[in-house]
């Protein structure tokens, strides 16, 4: 059993979250957190808990437009390149019976959208059985920093999937 996280993140925020997500994953199974430029073009047949997740940009998953305006207000930008809209664009339907499940980081405001919702929505559509609803992660402001307790919210809620998913799945013996 294995875990792909796969996260786009502009000021470090989302890529924090992701990292702590993975931490909680790693109580139950591998979890490899990878960067959406870096991820891979389809998910690998032997990961069974697929999580990903990014930054909400105008109200949903960032955009290019919205990538260069967040790299106008830093000089080391995380995710320069593909966002997760790109990389779920490209991403074939489901051909394994790998689960999901989704995040997003955003500012605390009443009315945000959704970047996980969205991202969710897409990977039901390519057939991929979501494990839990999305989950949304708090920043103070545009670029940070995170609001206090979110990295122990995220590592208990990578930890509670991790779980899940690996008490439907028998392991196997070594042999």
Do not use: C
């Not at 105008?58 to 790299?71: I, K, Q």
């Amino acid at each position: 059993m294995r875990a792909l996280v796969v996260y786009e993140s502009m000021f470090g925020n989302t890529e924090t979250i992701a990292r702590a997500i993975g931490e909680g994953i790693d109580a139950s199974m591998h979890a490899d957190v990878v960067e959406v430029g870096a991820a891979p073009d389809t998910v690998p047949a032997d990961v069974t808990l697929l999580v990903v997740g990014g930054p909400t940009h105008a109200f949903g998953m960032s955009w290019p437009s919205t990538r260069r305006d967040a790299a106008q207000r830093v000089t080391a930008v995380v995710s320069r390149d593909r966002g997760i809209r790109e990389w779920l664009g490209g991403l074939p339907g489901a051909t394994t019976a790998t689960e999901a499940t989704t995040f997003d980081t955003r500012v605390t405001s009443r009315v945000t959208g959704s970047a996980a919702r969205a991202a969710s929505r897409r990977l039901d559509r390519l057939g991929y059985p979501m494990v839990a609803a999305p989950v949304s992660f708090r920043v103070s402001d545009i670029t940070g920093p995170l609001v206090g307790g979110e990295l122990d919210r995220a590592r208990a809620w990578g930890k509670a999937l991790g779980a899940e998913v690996a008490a439907r799945r028998p392991s196997r013996p070594i042999s």
